[in-house]
């Protein structure tokens, strides 16, 4: 059973940035391709962005492209989301999840996903 426990989420002003962890426990983190989702109020839960199992693939979706950085530390078995530029619209609960099966994914729909953490909240003020 693999668990996964989000920190890092907080308020923080338009513009400001945040960095978001996700530690891993009861499996082989090392092998798991890792992605980061988010779900604002009455919406559906989305892809943010994903991270091969060695960190050397990542890929994002386009509405933090270029503002977000996936990353990890395998010897930590944590997993990292950078975020800057952060803005109104990016306040939501935000999830990690792992993939146990693959070591890469690139498919965005959270059914690839085998397991997930209880989710940190992200509030962005205007």
């Known amino acids: 059973q693999v668990q996964l426990v989000e920190s890092g989420g907080g308020l923080v002003q338009a513009g400001g940035s945040l960095r978001l962890s996700c530690a891993a426990s009861g499996g082989t983190f090392k092998t798991y391709a890792m992605g980061w989702f988010r779900q604002a109020p009455g919406k559906e839960r989305e892809f943010a962005a994903s991270i091969s199992w060695n960190g050397r693939g990542t890929y994002y979706a386009d509405s933090v492209k270029g503002r977000f950085t996936i990353s990890r530390d395998n010897a930590k078995n944590t997993l990292y989301l950078q975020m800057s530029s952060l803005k109104p619209e990016d306040t939501a609960v935000y999830y990690c999840?792992?993939?146990?099966?693959?070591?890469?994914?690139?498919?965005?729909?959270?059914?690839?996903?085998?397991?997930w953490g209880q989710g940190t909240q992200v509030t962005v003020s205007s």
């Open positions: 999840a792992a993939d146990v099966n693959f070591g890469t994914n690139w498919n965005p729909s959270p059914s690839g996903y085998h397991y």
